[in-house]
């Protein structure tokens, strides 16, 4: 069974661009999280969502950050503009529901502003 | 969701059991304690997790005091590939969904 899929594995833009991160969770997950881990930290919840509703936005930045979840199975994170401070590792998960499971994540989308 | 503290690096000899210790003073009686792991350069790994009562499956032993206060990640035999940082995680399986990750222990398997 193919695990959580993130794209791009690396990207290294100039501040003020846009990027976009995707995300394929594992088939038949309902549960998607995006969190953001920096350097030396563990990762931060940004954005949760229940199938193809953002049940959780309260740590996103939102006047840069925007997600969403078509059809409820894969997922895009868009900064827009990058700033300095967003270099950093996001992460993607999934899980079967939202009980007492685990999350399976992907292997992550390094950032680098410059 | 209740806070963790760990400390903040062990070392392990290859071979020999390895002793991750988490204190969740705070936890509440519907909270489950987890512990993840992260290898560097990969995402968080599940390794394992319970409530009340000790758990072991095939990559660890969890161990969890009466009070629930505290617990402790048992790897029996470390190896060089169990060199990670090691989070433990205490969640409820109702309303917020949370998993607050800390900064975790990091651990090192010396050969």
């Known amino acids: 069974e193919a695990g959580v899929v993130q794209s791009p594995r690396y990207k290294i833009i100039e501040k003020k661009q846009p990027v976009a991160f995707w995300c394929n969770p594992i088939s038949g997950h309902n549960t998607l999280y995006w969190y953001r881990q920096n350097l030396g930290q563990g990762p931060e919840l940004l954005i949760r969502y229940e199938n193809e509703e953002a049940v959780d936005d309260s740590q996103l930045p939102k006047d840069r950050f925007s997600a969403e979840r078509l059809k409820g199975v894969d997922s895009t994170l868009k900064i827009q503009p990058a700033e300095l401070g967003d270099s950093a590792v996001y992460l993607c998960?999934?899980?079967?529901?939202?009980?007492?499971?685990?999350?399976?994540f992907g292997e992550g989308s390094r950032l680098t502003v410059l | 969701d209740a806070k963790t503290t760990q400390p903040t690096s062990m070392d392990c000899a290859e071979g020999r059991a390895a002793n991750l210790p988490c204190n969740h003073s705070?936890?509440?009686?519907?909270?489950?304690v987890y512990w993840y792991r992260q290898i560097h350069s990969q995402g968080p790994q599940y390794i394992i997790h319970?409530?009340?009562n000790n758990e072991t499956n095939e990559m660890a032993s969890l161990i969890i005091t009466e009070d629930r206060k505290s617990s402790t990640l048992i790897l029996p035999h470390a190896t060089l590939r169990d060199t990670a940082v090691y989070y433990c995680?205490?969640?409820?399986?109702?309303?917020?969904?949370?998993?607050?990750f800390g900064t975790g222990t990091r651990l090192k398997v010396l050969a």
């Open positions: 995680i205490v969640r409820a399986p109702s309303g917020t969904y949370k998993y607050i």
């Open positions: 998960a999934s899980s079967l529901d939202r009980g007492a499971g685990e999350l399976f």
């Open positions: 319970g409530l009340k």
């Open positions: 705070t936890i509440s009686g519907n909270e489950y």
